[in-house]
């Protein structure tokens, strides 16, 4: 069965400190992917999305992700975090259909300490 | 700018009770999906809509039901409410795309209804 796996549950960083947060999936066909995020008491927002050409994605807020088909991996990056990152961040993936159906990870909660 | 609202943000109900839970997106999204978030396993697709009066069974579908009788709500049942349907309810939206293609469009998102079941 298709499966998305999130690595880490549970980050702690500081304040500039750089992020990655890793995402595999299972499925070998086409596939567009996606990160969302969710912010304490607020709806999930789309951060980037890849749907196909250039691997490497920019989202909003200053975070990018790349997609490895050959490590069926699509991780999350920003280069130095803010205490407004803190956040629970989902990766998905959508088989390429006419349903739009999503798999999500397990999520990763973000906590940055000022 | 895309909305999609949903009914209660929190919700107390009893077990055995019939619970119906409403979503409304404004965009005329052909797709609809009623998600479960709970810690430690993200999100979970229960049911979808893909249009009116049209619906499938998602990963975790039992104990729920859903009915579409308008493109614009969508609403997710819970037959006979047990204390382990406790949860976060996420309501999501997409639009179909080109050609009826729904691969490069996102889904929106609800605030989600928080239900607890005593």
């Known amino acids: 069965a298709q499966s998305v796996s999130q690595h880490n549950h549970h980050v702690i960083l500081s304040e500039a400190a750089s992020l990655e947060l890793g995402c595999n999936y299972s499925y070998g066909g086409t596939v567009n992917l996606f990160w969302y995020v969710q912010y304490p008491g607020q709806h999930l927002q789309l951060l980037l999305k890849?749907?196909?050409?250039?691997?490497l994605v920019k989202g909003i807020k200053g975070f990018e992700a790349e997609f490895i088909k050959s490590k069926f991996s699509f991780n999350l990056r920003k280069p130095s975090v803010q205490w407004s990152d803190t956040a629970e961040y989902f990766c998905?993936?959508?088989?390429?259909?006419?349903?739009?159906?999503?798999?999500f990870g397990q999520g990763t909660t973000l906590q940055v300490k000022p | 700018d895309v909305k999609v609202t949903q009914s209660s943000r929190y919700l107390v109900k009893r077990t055995g009770e019939k619970v119906f839970l409403e979503c409304v997106q404004d965009?005329?999204?052909?797709?609809m999906f009623w998600y479960r978030q709970d810690p430690g396993l993200g999100l979970r697709l229960i049911y979808f809509s893909y249009d009116v009066k049209m619906k499938e069974k998602g990963d975790i579908p039992e104990g729920y039901s859903v009915s579409r009788e308008k493109k614009e709500r969508f609403s997710l049942i819970l037959e006979s409410a047990s204390t382990n349907q406790t949860s976060m309810y996420l309501c999501a939206s997409t639009g179909r795309g080109l050609g009826s293609w729904t691969g490069n469009q996102p889904q929106h998102f609800g605030d989600g209804t928080r239900l607890s079941i005593l």
């Open positions: 890849y749907f196909s050409g250039d691997p």
């Open positions: 998905a993936v959508m088989r390429s259909s006419n349903t739009g159906k999503l798999i």
């Open positions: 965009m005329d999204h052909e797709n």
